[in-house]
């Protein structure tokens, strides 16, 4: 039987009160779902990232934000009705280069696969939607 709660739900404006907005939210779904502390820091630096490029770069008049725990993960899928952008086709960062040799960006979608169980992207009816999953538990 899947353990499923009532996803919780927030439409925010497109422009730049969106990632106050955002931190609000992750606010009230850490406590309405009693989210551990590990996995909400990781969610915050993820969403931050995601967040951040949508109102920079994205052009989106409203981002939606649905978040959902189902079988011991926490989904979360951010939509925006911005410019089409699949951030997992972005080149992967050298990290491994001095610092002075890197090429700009790309990092932060590194830090958000990383920090994710998993991410997803579709583009669905002109809107951008990325999935990001995470276990509520460590892995055993």
Do not use: W
């Not at 779904?29 to 915050?44: C, G, K, S, W």
């Amino acid at each position: 039987m899947s353990s499923l709660r009532v996803p919780i739900e927030v439409t925010l404006p497109g422009g730049d009160d969106a990632i106050a907005r955002a931190s609000k939210f992750l606010d009230d779904l850490a406590e309405a779902y009693a989210i551990p502390p590990a996995v909400l820091t990781d969610l915050r630096i993820a969403f931050d990232e995601v967040v951040t490029n949508i109102v920079k770069y994205g052009r989106s008049r409203e981002i939606r934000v649905r978040c959902v725990v189902r079988d011991g993960r926490l989904e979360t899928t951010i939509e925006d009705d911005g410019v089409a952008f699949d951030p997992l086709q972005a080149p992967v960062p050298d990290v491994g280069a001095p610092i002075a040799e890197r090429a700009v960006g790309g990092l932060g979608i590194h830090f958000v696969k990383n920090l994710m169980s998993s991410v997803d992207y579709e583009r669905i009816g002109g809107r951008n939607r990325l999935t990001l999953v995470q276990r509520l538990e460590p892995a055993g």
